[in-house]
């Protein structure tokens, strides 16, 4: 099994900048991938970015330029940078991982910007 613990998130003044982290642990042996997602109340679960082991990385183009995705191999960590924050940012965050082909889920962080 595999834990994903998300820390960050809050609340932030539009033109803010906040910094989540997910650190995945358990039987991470071969990670392949991980990322952010978000969803808002009557939306599907989207896409922000995602990050491969080797740094390749994909963003929404809601996101791009104002969002950094990166990660720390060495500890299973990946992180968002997310900068010029929007009130159309606010969601619920998820962090996932890709472990061995398998997809795994955190609990989730909220993000609010407000006007």
């Known amino acids: 099994q595999v834990q994903l613990v998300v820390s960050g998130g809050g609340l932030v003044q539009a033109g803010g900048s906040l910094r989540l982290s997910c650190a995945a642990s358990?039987?991470?042996?071969?990670?392949?991938?991980m990322g952010w997602y978000r969803q808002t109340p009557g939306k599907q679960r989207e896409l922000v970015a995602t990050?491969?082991?080797?740094?390749?990385?994909n963003y929404a183009d809601s996101v791009k330029g104002r969002f950094t995705i990166s990660r720390d191999n060495a500890q299973n960590t990946v992180y968002l940078e997310m900068n010029s924050l929007k009130p159309e940012d606010t969601a619920f965050y998820y962090c996932?991982?890709?472990?061995?082909?398998?997809?795994?889920w955190g609990q989730g962080t909220q993000v609010t910007v407000s006007s």
């Open positions: 996932n991982a890709i472990v061995a082909g398998l997809s795994y």
């Open positions: 990050i491969t082991r080797g740094g390749s990385t």
């Open positions: 358990g039987r991470v042996f071969r990670l392949d991938a």
